[in-house]
């Protein structure tokens, strides 16, 4: 059965820091598209950062939304099965749940409908 699972959201100020962890079960990470998205509340799912599968690419390949671009950086640990998000300079707008999500080929990785699996999510409230 495949699973993802986040953690590491929570609580933080204005120009704090947080750490994603988007951990798999019963597949390789490795051999799948891995997206970040994030939905606030009333608004759309958004992709805001994805790594390619090491089969696409012998080079790590990343995206990342221009709200997030320079202040949050997407990784992976193939030996834990694990894929991060590490999110600096964190701002208010940064608000949301926060989703981790797998593909095989994604058309457009920005796109939710282009992934089959999906994490429960994990809150990130930037607040002073």
């Known amino acids: 059965q495949l699973q993802l699972v986040e953690s590491g959201g929570g609580l933080v100020q204005p120009g704090g820091s947080l750490r994603l962890s988007c951990a798999a079960s019963g597949f390789t990470l490795d051999s799948y598209t891995i997206g970040w998205f994030r939905q606030a509340p009333g608004k759309e799912r958004e992709g805001v950062s994805c790594?390619?599968?090491?089969?696409?690419?012998?080079?790590?390949?990343?995206y990342y939304a221009d709200s997030v671009n320079v202040r949050f950086t997407i990784s992976r640990d193939s030996a834990r099965n694990t894929v991060y998000l590490q999110m600096n300079n964190l701002k208010p707008e940064d608000t949301a749940v926060y989703y981790c999500?797998?593909?095989?080929?994604?058309?457009?990785?920005?796109?939710?409908?282009?992934?089959?699996?999906w994490g429960q999510g994990t809150q990130v409230t930037v607040s002073s």
């Open positions: 999500a797998a593909a095989k080929n994604p058309f457009r990785w920005y796109r939710p409908q282009d992934y089959g699996y």
């Open positions: 790594i390619e599968s090491i089969e696409s690419s012998s080079d790590e390949v990343t």
